[in-house]
């Protein structure tokens, strides 16, 4: 079994014009990035330079309608290497704007098309969430056969970016709701991939380990009152690029399984669909194997936090709540009739994430914890 994936050469920049001095761009790049990030951090340095602003073809997360309105916009022999410069949503872009275009963007997804990769890739992360600077995904809502909007995962090795780099300076014009939004989701992929029962290496667990320690701090100095973003960025910066190393390999779970039908019918963001669902996915281990990784995972919130075995995940599940409250489904308006419906879609489309549960999952447990987050 391989260890571990890890592609992209590594770099880490205090600033944009660090980074600038290291990697010049020049014309025949594609800047991918958002309107106000090209105005805060960008500008000084864009001149003459191609820019793609992601927020002018639609808000929120990939969808296919946006990337055909890319691809259609863009000359694709116009540029040969991509810097994309942004959220989950940039990087995302930025990994399908590598592939030559051999079909619509439904063909990619639905593998009726083959990927080529061509392009290179620059990834910038400017939220510490993801990951998606060094994993091999691309997201997005698709429309499915049946017509219905479901969020898929393009998965190819081909779709890493040769550099990722790392640059605080980023994360302080986040605002409080997105960057709590994606420092939760890192937590889960950290999770997730460090719970993985059959695809954790000991090199998965060791950037897992890592990656939940660096989190677990972050989260007891916002309950005494620290802004992360300010007092704490760079070593987030650092725990979600760990967490992507670790889910490169090991994969995410029934947390990001649960999610991808809420996200893809209510358009409900990746951080918040996955939060949702977070606290009770890891009860439910709890109450079926609370020995193993899972004890491990209690262990490390012990020891941060100063609490009792027992008292370890609803420590845990409080002070996520102290950084953001945590909505439950109704709030998103989801109808109770969606349960069933979300809990089909589960086992249809988001199988690799259903196989890679800590416990192995009946349709009658993943309803149930619809219902009890509904
Ligand atoms: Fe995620």
Known sequence: MREI??????????????????????????????????????????????????????????????????FSSLDYDSYDRVVAIGGGTVMDLGKMLTVRRTGTINDLFFKRAELIREKKLIAIPTTCGTGSEVTSTSVAIVKDESGATTKLGLLSE?????????????????PHQAFSEALIDALIHAVEAFLSPRR??????????????????????????????????????????????????AGCGTVHGLSYPL???????????????????????????????LRELRSMICQIFGCEDDKALAVLAQAE??????????????????????????????????????????????????????
């Open 5 to 70: 994936l890890l592609k992209p050469e590594l770099y880490k920049f205090k600033t944009f014009h660090e980074f600038i001095e290291t990697f010049p761009l020049h014309e025949r790049d594609l800047i991918l990035t958002t309107g106000y990030l090209y105005d805060t951090f960008i500008k000084p340095y864009g001149a003459g330079i191609p820019v793609l602003r992601q927020d002018d073809f639609g808000a929120g997360e990939p969808t296919e309608e946006m990337l055909e309105g890319i």
């Open 158 to 174: 081909d779709l890493i970016a040769d550099t990722a780099c790392l640059i605080p300076e980023f994360l302080t014009s986040l």
């Open 200 to 249: 954790a290496t000991m090199t998965t667990d060791l950037f897992a380990r890592g990656a939940i320690e660096l989190i677990l701090k972050g989260l007891r100095m916002a309950e005494e009152g620290h802004d992360l973003r300010q007092d704490y960025g760079e070593a987030l910066l650092t725990a979600s690029c760990y967490a992507g190393i670790a889910f490169l390999q």
């Open 263 to 293: 996200s893809g019918a209510y358009l409900v963001t990746h951080g918040a669909s996955n939060y949702a669902f977070f606290e009770k996915v890891l009860e439910t281990y709890q109450t079926y194997k609370p020995d193993g990784k």
């Open 321 to 374: 709540a102290h950084l953001i409250p945590v909505k439950r489904l109704r709030e998103y308006g989801v109808r109770e009739g969606d349960l069933p419906v979300f809990t089909r879609s589960v086992f249809t489309n988001q199988k690799r994430l259903v196989d890679n549960s800590y416990v192995p999952l009946t349709e009658e447990m993943v309803e149930e914890i619809y219902r009890q987050v509904y």
